[in-house]
């Protein structure tokens, strides 16, 4: 729970606070872009939600963030959300519930529950009626744990690389799931049943393809769904400062070099969802992800 003995001096005036806590993980802006800001190197409250009833919170259902969206809904989700805890309030009123998993689109959700150890990493849910996945794993919460176990479980655990791991082996004993992640990353998850190997990509059951993409570790994996859902880990991702799609040479542990060879590749695949572990999710038309990773990977090859 936030501390409101070390409410950051940044925050605006009201029941609502980030406290010295903050790892600057962007969990909280994702899910509530109108409440949360930047401040240096954490987060801050730069808009009260408002108390139950107020103009503009709640407002019409919308998704988090967009006009007409719940304001005040999509605070106590970055609150849930929070992998350490640092946001806060000074009010009392109960918290509201099925927060998540959070449906983005046609069975696919956001999990909610970032965890520390994954530095506040997104995960993702999809209910499927062949079995239910993973991908990466939020902290161990019995909300969410019941929210899955309501929707038929989980059969796989897919593991886009060694740093999102988190408590996904909590979720494969639990839910008995198989467990998937690239041979180069075995050692984060010695539990894993199944090991991708190489950098040619592999189906794993119809409508479902691991695609390695080495570069921000050895192993690091993409999982493309359906041809539309594209489970990117930390190797791309949606920049709300570039409006466009992003990669971080800062955060390369591997090789930049390889990780630029392997999103050249990835143009060659059929995508509209951008899902990634660190960073905003977007969704585009075919045409408009083609095109914008062409235009990310044409200017890293003229750098």
């Known amino acids: 729970m936030a501390d409101r003995r070390k409410r950051l001096a940044g925050n605006v005036a009201g029941p609502w606070f980030v406290d010295s806590s903050c790892i600057d993980c962007d969990a909280c802006r994702q899910l509530a872009p109108r409440v949360f800001s930047d401040g240096p190197g954490h987060a801050l409250v730069v808009r009260q939600p408002g108390a139950p009833g107020a103009p503009g919170a709640p407002g019409a259902p919308g998704a988090p963030g967009a006009p007409g969206a719940d304001v005040r809904l999509d605070a106590f989700r970055a609150m849930v959300a ?8 000074e009010e009392t009123g109960p918290m509201p519930s099925g927060l998540f998993p959070m449906l983005l689109e046609d069975g696919v959700f956001y999990s909610g ?91 794993i059951r119809p409508g479902l393809l691991a695609i390695p993409v080495p570069g921000h570790t050895r ?79 044409s200017q890293f090859s003229r750098a």
């Not at 929070?82 to 309030?89: E, L, M, Q, S, T």
């Not at 994996?221 to 466009?244: H, I, N, V």
Request: glycine share 8%; net charge negative.
């Open 219 to 297: 192993g690091s994996t993409m999982f493309l769904l359906e041809e539309k859902f594209l489970f990117s880990g930390d190797s791309l991702y949606w920049s709300r400062k570039r409006g466009g799609l992003a990669a971080s040479k800062s955060y390369c542990w591997y090789s930049w070099d390889k990780q630029v060879e392997s999103l050249i590749r990835l143009a060659d695949y059929r995508f509209e969802w951008v899902l990634a572990g660190h960073g905003e999710r977007i969704r585009l038309s075919p045409d408009e992800a083609r095109q914008g990773l062409l235009a990310l990977t």
């Open 82 to 89: 929070c992998p350490v805890g640092a946001i806060g309030r």
């Open 113 to 203: 529950y970032n965890s520390a150890d994954s530095y506040g990493a997104n995960s993702f849910f999809v209910e499927r009626s062949e079995g239910n996945l993973l991908i990466d794993s939020p902290r161990w919460a019995k909300l969410l744990v019941r929210e899955i176990e309501k929707r038929g479980g989980i059969s796989d655990i897919l593991l886009t690389h060694q740093d999102d791991v988190a408590d996904a082996d909590r979720y494969q004993e639990h839910f008995e799931a198989r467990v998937w992640i690239h041979k180069a990353e075995r050692r984060a998850a010695p539990y894993a049943t199944h090991l991708l190997e190489g950098e040619a990509s592999k189906e």
